[in-house]
């Protein structure tokens, strides 16, 4: 990494394996943030279901929040303030219009402590894997509607989730919104991971002339699934710059916005485009 930029461009991603005990959970997340800003990260971005990985996909019910209010909120808020860096809470579990089912829910923090954002994850993974796993997050989960793209001091950030990293059209309604770093925290299966992950987050670099920063849960958890791994921090060639394929910790890289625009400019594929994608209402 070079030492010469600006602590305001470093960034970093935790890769971790949740388990049904959300303060256990925290614990590591506590753990893994102070040493990423121990490194000197400004933005720190989490897992998805960081918090809790359940014995089954309703256990998240029993741990909803409202909006600006609980337990889980006030965590991640305390640590953005205490270590004054930006965070992307992975994923909480967030009350949403139905009884029965949460929002999916990345929030983002800002270095006082402030939440400045929030994403409920769009695409839900309802699929068969392989002929005998089956998942269906929207029996225990209720889709967003929104895409969303926020100011920061570390660019133009779009907010997004594992799955919808299957869905190219969502990145390019970042992309006419002028996203710049996108976040990606996850929960890839290992054998869906193994076949797509790495080439699904060097797409959506490479497509959309942005840095990504995926932050995935890795390893073995207790309700017996094993997730894939391999965080990794990708820059607008695609060009991996850090990665950790397995086990909890981190992974780090800085950014550098002028080396993007400068690509974008001789590279102006974004300003090619023929056909433009509509956000939904």
């Known amino acids: 990494m070079a030492d010469n930029l600006n602590r305001s461009q470093r960034v970093a991603a935790i890769q971790m394996a949740s388990g049904p005990r959300v303060e256990g959970n925290l614990h590591e997340v506590r753990r893994l943030i102070a040493m990423a800003a121990g490194q000197g990260a400004s933005l720190v971005v989490l897992p998805e279901n960081v918090v809790l990985m359940g014995m089954r996909e309703t256990d998240k019910l029993a741990h909803r929040e409202h909006p600006g209010k609980g337990p889980l909120q006030a965590f991640f808020a305390e640590q953005a303030e205490h270590h004054r860096v ?73 907010l997004s989730v594992c799955y919808d990293l299957r869905f190219p059209e969502f990145y390019r309604i970042m992309a006419d919104q002028g996203v710049e770093l996108i976040v990606v925290p996850s929960a890839f299966t ?92």
Request: charged share 25%.
């Open 86 to 158: 930006w965070i992307v809470a992975g994923t909480i579990p967030m009350f949403g219009p139905e009884e029965n089912r949460a929002r999916q829910s990345c929030l983002l923090f800002d270095d006082q402590g402030r939440q400045v954002a929030r994403y409920d994850k769009i695409h839900l993974f309802d699929v068969e894997v392989e002929g005998d796993t089956v998942y269906r997050e929207s029996a225990s989960l209720a889709p967003g509607d929104r895409v969303v793209v926020v100011d920061t001091p570390f660019g133009r950030m779009g």
């Open 190 to 281: 290992a054998r869906t991971g193994e076949a797509h992950w790495s080439t699904l987050i060097r797409a959506r670099a490479i497509e959309n002339l942005s840095y990504v920063v995926a932050a995935a849960q890795g390893g073995y958890h207790v309700n017996g699934r094993e997730t894939h791994g391999d965080s990794m921090i990708v820059d607008p060639w695609g060009q991996v710059l850090d990665r950790l394929p397995r086990g909890s910790g981190v992974v780090m890289a800085d950014l550098d916005l002028e080396r993007l625009r400068s690509v974008r400019k001789r590279f102006p594929a974004l300003d090619h485009r023929r056909f433009r994608c509509r956000a939904g209402s």
